[in-house]
T-cell receptor, first 113, second 113 residues
Framework: KNQVEQSPQSLIILEGKNCTLQ??????????LRWYKQDTGRGPVSLTI?????NTKSNGRYTATLDADTKQSSLHITASQLSDSASYICVVSASSSASKIIFGSGTRLSIRP | GAGVSQTPSNKVTEKGKYVELRCDPISGHTALYWYRQSLGQGPEFLIYFQGTGAADDSGLPNDRFFAVRPEGSVSTLKIQRTERGDSAVYLC???????????FGPGTRLTVL
């Protein structure tokens, strides 16, 4: 069964600190993996996208890693800011079908001043 | 337009009523997706359009749900005989192609009383 699992479910950190969010997947055949940021009451916004051959991708203070062998990905946020408070969703696409774009349940990140 | 827009932003209806939710994708995007998101969960795939045709409707939960995209641009998600369990945020996304980055609208929050 195609699944995407994220951990932790929620996380609270102090402003300025770093954090790492985890994503494990069983989607097959693998096409790509994306991380999205979703602010409350808004639609998700793409942060990074990685294909099978890529194992790291950065977007400003966000760095995503991918280990296709272990089917794990992480999103590292450096020097967190209050505006980073949001849900972060891992999305894995299987080849060939739109219905095989599988969303994780997200990690709810709260940044405290 | 500048982004994906959805109307209405909020819809409250009574059980058994019919509702229509509208999505205006980014101009030029041939791929359009509908998702449903419950509180604390990631988006759940409903249907995908490539142009005017529904290329994959395997996510529609039952025959009360129907979606159209008659001219390959604006799409309407239609729900008949609404049930309380239909209450959720309905998200629309568009992309250039199936494997390209999806741009999400702000969603329509549907509440069935």
């Amino acid at each position: 069964k195609n699944q995407v699992e994220q951990s932790p479910q929620s996380l609270i950190i102090l402003e300025g600190k770093n954090c790492t969010l985890q994503c494990n997947y069983t989607v097959s055949p693998f096409s790509n993996l994306r991380w999205y940021k979703q602010d409350t009451g808004r639609g998700p916004v793409s942060l990074t996208i990685m294909t099978f051959s890529e194992n790291t991708k950065s977007n400003g203070r966000y760095t995503a890693t991918l280990d296709a062998d272990t089917k794990q990905s992480s999103l590292h946020i450096t020097a967190s800011q209050l505006s980073d408070s949001a849900s972060y969703i891992c999305v894995v696409s299987a080849s060939s079908s739109a219905s095989k774009i599988i969303f994780g349940s997200g990690t709810r990140l709260s940044i405290r001043p | 337009g500048a982004g994906v827009s959805q109307t209405p932003s909020n819809k409250v209806t009574e059980k058994g009523k019919y509702v229509e939710l509208r999505c205006d994708p980014i101009s030029g995007h041939t791929a359009l997706y509908w998702y449903r998101q419950s509180l604390g969960q990631g988006p759940e795939f409903l249907i995908y359009f490539q142009g005017t045709g529904a290329a994959d409707d395997s996510g529609l939960p039952n025959d009360r749900f129907f979606a159209v995209r008659p001219e390959g641009s604006v799409s309407t998600l239609k729900i008949q005989r609404t049930e309380r369990g239909d209450s959720a945020v309905y998200l629309c996304a568009s992309s250039l192609g199936i494997y390209d980055t999806q741009y999400f609208g702000p969603g329509t929050r549907l509440t069935v009383l």
